[in-house]
């Protein structure tokens, strides 16, 4: 039995059975059916068109299921819409299911954790670890999402944008659990990028694969944050720098720019020097200002400011990080890195115990707790 084959149609055969006119928690339903069906048929009898034979078997259970509920003269009118047997085309419905699953109605959390059980093949339990909550929370949120899109007309989705922001959320959700959510993000957006033919499509893809190239060395041994600045480049992974690299090179030349693009064009230029020292950090204030034009994002703006301290020198940076809000996320650590590099080592170390105490995770609190220690134990020599 291939297993890889079944998760490969599933997104597929849910997508025909809601075009179809199904709501999305009962053709989910006929679906698992038809796959357990599969299970116990193919071993002695696999069909020749595996697709075609998966939406015949889940339309006829989705028929049956429809029979027992309450309203089953109302659809009990969809039998004579049974697709015929034969092939199937060979259309790649699991766009639709990626736009249905990323409607503007849900929220975002609810958008990824649909996306990752309808189009990722990953089960409630997979989820709800992998956003560290219980099995039955991360269940009736999948169930609310499904109830919220089962009234939602299927020729009337998210647009591309909604998709992607959705796929970007998947990928920052970590690399907790026994599933890899960057590793599914990047499997998804490639099926995304094979299926549409989108510049920002690209772009995202790019910007997975390119910080997903530093992956194993952002963290030492001991689970603690290695900073950019001192990673062993050498480990990074070339292949996906070079890979993400051509995909961004390719939808630049369209000249129709996008945020995704933007912040490619910043980690390309990470992954593109040799050391730390060696940085183009004018051309990556340059792309900042580019992807402020485009997002208007404070968070972006707090980016910037770093990359103008390396740019323009620390003092620089603190002019443009005045202009910010300070209750902005990781603002504190922002100004504990350039207090430091211009010299105020009172003021850095004050500000580093502040960002910890602020830190989201516990190995960025810890990172920021020894920055402060590193300091006072200088300052007291």
């Known amino acids: 039995m291939d297993e890889a084959l079944l998760r490969s149609l ?26 357990i069906e599969a299970v ?74 649909l996306t990752l059980r309808a189009v990722g ?11 560290l909550v219980p099995e039955a929370t991360m269940a009736q949120r999948i169930s609310r999402a499904k109830r919220t899109v089962s009234r939602v007309r299927f020729d009337q989705p998210g647009d591309v944008a909604t998709v992607l922001r959705v796929l970007y959320l998947v990928f920052n959700e970590g690399y907790s659990g026994d599933i890899d959510l960057a590793a599914e993000a990047i ?35 001991d689970g603690s944050l290695v900073p950019l600045a001192e990673q062993d480049r050498s480990r990074w ?13 390719a939808a630049l030349a369209r000249d129709r720019l996008g945020e995704f693009q933007a912040q490619a064009a910043i980690a390309a230029l990470h992954a593109d020097a ?33 990359a103008v301290g390396e740019a323009d020198g620390p003092r620089a940076g603190l002019a443009a990080l005045a202009a910010l809000d300070d209750s902005l996320p990781r603002h504190a650590a922002v100004a504990a890195y350039l207090h ?32 402060a220690a590193r300091l006072n134990a200088s300052r007291g020599r």
């Open 121 to 131: 093949g990953l089960t409630t339990r997979q989820i709800a670890q992998a956003y």
């Open 274 to 306: 040799p050391t730390a020292e060696e940085t183009d950090w004018v051309q990556i204030v340059e792309w900042y200002d580019e992807l402020t034009r485009l997002t208007d994002s404070p968070i972006v703006r707090l980016n910037r400011a770093v």
């Open 340 to 371: 430091e590099r211009d010299g105020d080592l009172r003021t850095a170390a004050r500000l580093y115990a502040e960002a910890a105490h602020q830190a989201p995770n516990i190995a960025e609190r810890d990172y920021l707790t020894r920055q």
């Open 10 to 35: 599933t997104p597929s055969v849910l997508a025909v059975l809601v075009r179809r006119g199904a709501d999305f928690a009962a053709a989910e339903d006929a679906v698992q059916d038809a796959l």
């Open 187 to 221: 499997r998804l957006t490639r099926q995304l990028a094979a299926a549409i033919d989108h510049p920002e499509v690209a772009g995202l893809l790019a910007l997975m694969l390119l910080h997903h190239a530093r992956r194993a060395t952002r963290t030492a041994p």
């Open 237 to 249: 992974d070339t292949a996906s720098i070079a890979e993400g690299i051509a995909l961004l090179q």
């Open 40 to 113: 116990r048929v193919w071993p002695a009898d696999p069909p020749r068109d595996a697709k075609g034979w998966l939406v015949t078997v889940a339309w006829r259970k989705f028929l049956d299921q429809a029979r027992a509920d309450a309203a089953r003269r109302r659809r009990e009118e969809r039998v004579d819409e049974e697709p015929p047997p034969g092939p199937t085309p060979t259309a790649d419905d699991t766009l639709q299911l990626y736009f249905l699953c990323a409607h503007p109605s849900l929220t975002p959390s609810s958008a990824v954790a």
